[in-house]
């Protein structure tokens, strides 16, 4: 498992280095961010003010961030585009260190409206990338193959099943506790921001996971993980996207067959079914419509076959 991410002391003056715990409790406590979330953001964080380190001659403060003009923010992404980074790294880099910036603003320690002024890289147009219907059922088919011992392979479908089933990102799985496991036609999610939505549950999700449950040789407490590993403790993303890895060799499945590609599979197959954009946007938790709207580039030929079967001018043509 990888280590937590942790700040920098020699890139960071006493008081910013306060100012960043107080942000990582934010951002655990009040933005009820996932741990590799919050992690990812102070990677990036740690980055910028070790740009600012080199930059300014020495370890930043609160006062050199509020002094920072718009010129800074921009040598700084100049280095990024000048070394490895991807432009996507470089958007959440930026977005990562906003996200700061609007913390320290919030709390009144320090307020800087230069990097508002500042554009991230300009990214590609991204399109998922699904798996087909005949691939997200081969990959469950054999899920419960490799597992090590036969609970652990109802486990992993179960996982599955659910990510496929309900279009869950896999931290909200993951995340569920044995008292959420769904006992009806409906669960309660909450997703990113602690925002919560409720998503249907098929009986082919409820079953797996009541297989899994009978089968798990652990006793699962009410208030503790449903989903757990060998150890008795929470199961990890890495486990789920290491079987994923290990179902793509054995099917032969393109590399971006990853347990959010069961999501983005979710998505696509019900709006290729004639599912309207609205209610999937519900389903899967999206605050933006814009976000949801990018399924409907994935699979064209179906929606146009959907088109022709229900539009009440499609016939007239």
């Known amino acids: 498992m990888a280590r937590p991410a942790r700040l920098n002391a020699a890139v960071a003056a006493a008081d910013l280095s306060q100012a960043v715990a107080g942000w990582q409790r934010w951002l655990a406590n009040e933005r009820r961010a996932a741990d590799h979330t919050a992690d990812a953001y102070l990677r990036d964080l740690n980055g910028f003010l070790a740009f600012l380190a080199d930059h300014l001659g020495g370890p930043p403060d609160l006062a050199a961030l509020s002094d920072l003009a718009v010129g800074d923010f921009r040598a700084w992404l100049a280095r990024r585009a000048t070394g490895a980074h991807k432009k996507t790294s470089t958007a959440r880099a930026l977005s990562s260190v906003r996200s700061f910036f609007r913390y320290l603003d919030r709390a009144g320690l320090a307020s800087n409206d230069a990097i508002r002024a500042v554009r991230g890289p300009k990214l590609p147009h991204s399109v998922p990338k699904p798996l087909t219907e005949t691939e997200a059922a081969e990959a469950l088919d054999h899920t419960a193959k490799l597992g090590s011992a036969p609970w652990v392979g109802c486990r992993d479908v179960a996982v599955l099943t659910l990510l496929y089933g309900c279009g869950l990102r896999i931290d909200e799985a993951l995340g569920l506790d044995?008292?959420?496991?769904?006992?009806?036609?409906?669960?309660?999610?909450?997703?990113?921001?602690?925002?919560?939505?409720?998503?249907?549950?098929?009986?082919?999700?409820?079953?797996?996971?009541?297989?899994?449950?009978?089968?798990?040789?652990?006793?699962?407490?009410?208030?503790?993980?449903?989903?757990?590993?060998?150890?008795?403790?929470?199961?990890?993303?890495?486990?789920?996207?290491?079987?994923?890895?290990?179902?793509?060799?054995?099917?032969?499945?393109?590399?971006?067959?990853?347990?959010?590609?069961?999501r983005h599979s979710f998505a696509t197959h019900l709006l290729a079914a004639g599912g309207d954009l609205r209610t999937i946007q519900e389903l899967l938790g999206h605050a933006s419509l814009s976000t949801t709207q990018r399924y409907t580039d994935v699979d064209a030929d179906a929606l146009m076959k959907v088109y022709d079967q229900a539009h009440p001018r499609a016939a007239k043509r």
């Open 178 to 262: 044995r008292r959420d496991a769904p006992t009806g036609d409906a669960m309660v999610i909450a997703g990113k921001g602690g925002k919560e939505r409720v998503v249907p549950v098929l009986p082919a999700v409820r079953a797996a996971i009541d297989d899994y449950i009978a089968a798990c040789p652990h006793d699962l407490a009410p208030d503790g993980p449903l989903f757990i590993g060998v150890r008795g403790k929470r199961l990890g993303a890495r486990t789920v996207q290491l079987l994923m890895q290990r179902l793509r060799a054995r099917l032969g499945l393109p590399e971006s067959a990853t347990p959010h590609a069961l």
